[in-house]
């Protein structure tokens, strides 16, 4: 049974950081594309940087780019989104999702869906 679970949010000021943590099992992580997620209250899902091994790409979306990182701990089966230089337009709820085959980072290529964690930046 896949199974996804992730962390690590919370409240932070701008300029601050957090590390967001997706616990996967189930499966090995490495053989999937892994990505995360954001939803703003009122605003659609969005991709927000996406990795896949077997197909050797990794996409960080501008609004985000120079300041999130994504990792995998492999030993661990753990994805991570390190998440610096935190704005108040960072805030949502962050979602972690898998699938067998990488595409593009977009919500409909991703199968599996943890629950959330929500991430408030204040301003």
């Known amino acids: 049974q896949v199974q996804l679970v992730e962390s690590g949010g919370g409240l932070v000021q701008s300029g601050g950081s957090l590390r967001l943590s997706c616990a996967a099992s189930?499966?090995?992580?490495?053989?999937?594309?892994i990505g995360w997620f954001r939803q703003a209250p009122g605003k659609e899902r969005e991709g927000v940087a996406c990795?896949?091994?077997?197909?050797?790409?990794?996409y960080i979306d501008d609004s985000v780019k120079g300041r999130f990182t994504i990792a995998r701990d492999s030993a661990k089966n753990t994805v991570y989104l390190q998440m610096n230089s935190l704005k108040h337009e960072d805030t949502a709820v962050y979602y972690c999702?898998?699938?067998?085959?990488?595409?593009?980072?977009?919500?409909?290529?991703?199968?599996?869906w943890g629950q959330g964690t929500q991430v408030t930046v204040a301003s």
């Open positions: 999702a898998t699938g067998p085959t990488y595409v593009s980072c977009s919500v409909g290529n991703f199968r599996y």
């Open positions: 990795d896949s091994i077997r197909s050797g790409s990794t």
């Open positions: 189930g499966f090995t992580l490495d053989y999937y594309a």
